[in-house]
């Protein structure tokens, strides 16, 4: 949350309240911390880790996988802020992913959608902290490039109740960032 923070709202000169910041961050990680931790998390999940090869499907880049919750590899892969999948394919697969994962771990189905949103958020502000990083700081147009869509997936979440009231400070920073200093781009 500190790399978001740092990385991206200070280098874009974004104001925040840090106490009210915190504690949107105290709520989203207390959130997330109700969900079971124990499966594989590969991390780095994106498309450009995924290579089909003679019909064989393979994964590369598995050095930062660690234990964690089962929702943060499909998140990393629907919400790729470089590929902008459709968010009603982003829908469609999360609906085929959670019913495939009823004939594997048939007790993680329950409550998956619930925390999936919030894992989707953070993943989004692991990515937003890079691209301000990569592209606010080190002038890299690559990462200044997504900046707007980035901004615009997190304000999706808000907008359409998946993230619900919690954030209140969170969502006001965002807000700020893409309307005050981002051109906004239709939904």
Known sequence: MNYFKYCFLRLAGIDTDENKLENDFDRLVGRILRTNMNYFMFRDFQPRNIIIQDGEVYF???????????????????????????????????????????????????????????????????????????????????????????LQEILYLFKNGKLGEDYPELQRVINMAFYTYFEPLPF
């Open 60 to 150: 590369i880049n598995y050095q930062k996988g660690c234990r964690g919750p089962l929702q943060y590899d499909v998140a990393s892969l629907l919400y790729d802020i470089m590929v902008q999948i459709p968010n009603e394919q982003k829908e469609e697969l999360l609906e085929y992913y959670i019913e495939e994962l009823g004939h594997y771990a048939p007790g993680e189905v329950t409550g998956f959608r619930e925390l999936y949103y919030p894992i989707v958020l953070v993943r989004l502000l692991q990515m937003m902290g890079t691209l301000g990083l990569r592209g606010l700081h080190g002038l890299e147009h690559r990462f200044s490039t997504p900046i707007i869509p980035g």
